[in-house]
């Protein structure tokens, strides 16, 4: 018997050409318009000060018009494209999508988290751009540049790791640096596992750890309003529910596909007709809870603009 041939694989699909191109700006459609309140926002101001200061970063992506040659429709970055006509610069370098469906891409897109940004502003240092160049390109205070390139101090890596592209403000891990390194890890896979990443839950998780697990050991925590009594109260609560959240982790996953998988093929039995009247008329507490269950939902983390 002869033995076939090796099916060639697929070639893969690039989701972007391999070179950027620089076209003319006003040759860039926009696929939404901006509003008046635009122009006076803190985040305009800063990209104008950026450009000025050291030119356009992030090159804006676009994909190419099936209409008209040499025109390009804008999937990402409206508020650059707008800032260089403010400036006067006519040409611009860009990014070709080959995905020309604007609303999957700004869906994919992952804003900058402050980890990354303090990488950013790490190497900006190393290459010897001043702190004060950096503030006045990113429209901050010099102080904030500092404080932003020190954010990681007294961070142990994996806590980093675990918090790298998460959106946390920068008392999270000012909080997190008053902990050992062990405590950091904990408190960052509570976060994380909690999907809540802001200064109240990590200083409520801060009340709930031991003293022998605080840099200071001799140091008594403080919180205002709460009582030594209530945050030792707070030590064992927290304990408790970390080893409840840490049993559920095994089976979380595979749980979670099953009650999708349910939610789905409710949905497509209350898609029926006959089976929604039939629910009706002879079981319908059974309908209200196939419908609180097809309704279901999770709330997303904010993103950053």
């Known amino acids: 018997m002869s033995r076939g041939k090796r099916k060639t694989p697929d070639a893969v699909t690039l989701g972007f050409e391999s070179d950027c191109v620089t076209v003319p700006v006003e040759a860039v459609l926009p696929v939404r318009a901006l509003s008046s309140s635009v122009k006076s926002s803190r985040k305009y101001r800063q990209i104008t000060a950026s450009i000025k200061e050291v030119g356009l970063v992030e090159p804006p992506v676009v994909t190419r018009s099936t209409g008209e040659e040499d025109t390009y429709m804008l999937l990402d970055g409206h508020i650059r494209i707008e800032v260089l006509k403010d400036l006067g610069i006519e040409r611009v370098e860009c990014l070709i999508s080959t995905d020309d469906e604007a609303f999957t891409y700004n869906k994919r897109i992952s804003r900058l988290a402050p980890i990354q940004e303090h990488k950013m502003i790490r190497k900006a240092i190393e290459r010897g751009v001043s702190e004060e160049k950096i503030a006045l390109a990113l429209d901050l205070n010099p102080r904030s540049i500092v404080r932003k390139a020190k954010l990681l101090d007294g961070i142990c890596e994996e806590a980093v790791g675990i918090l790298k592209d998460k959106h946390c403000a920068t008392a999270v891990f000012e909080?997190?640096?008053?902990?050992k390194a062990m405590?950091?890890?904990?408190?960052?896979?509570?976060?994380m596992n909690a999907n809540n990443y802001?200064?109240?839950y990590i200083s409520a998780i801060l009340a709930g750890t031991p003293q022998?697990?605080?840099?200071d050991t001799?140091?008594?925590k403080k919180m205002r309003g709460i009582t030594p009594e209530a945050m030792a109260r707070m030590e064992?609560?927290?304990?408790?529910?970390q080893e409840g959240i840490t049993s559920i982790q095994d089976s979380y996953g595979q749980d979670h596909l099953q009650l999708t998988v349910i939610k789905g093929y409710l949905g497509k039995l209350l898609g029926n007709a006959r089976i929604v009247r039939y629910l009706m008329q002879h079981r319908p507490e059974f309908l209200t809870e196939f419908q609180a269950i097809t309704e279901m939902t999770s709330a997303p983390p904010t993103e950053l603009e």
Request: charged fraction near 35%; hydrophobic fraction near 50%.
């Open 175 to 179: 909080i997190l640096r008053k902990m």
């Open 183 to 191: 405590r950091q890890i904990e408190a960052a896979e509570l976060m």
């Open 198 to 200: 802001s200064p109240a």
């Open 212 to 215: 022998a697990q605080l840099v």
């Open 218 to 220: 001799k140091k008594p």
């Open 236 to 241: 064992r609560e927290l304990a408790r529910l």
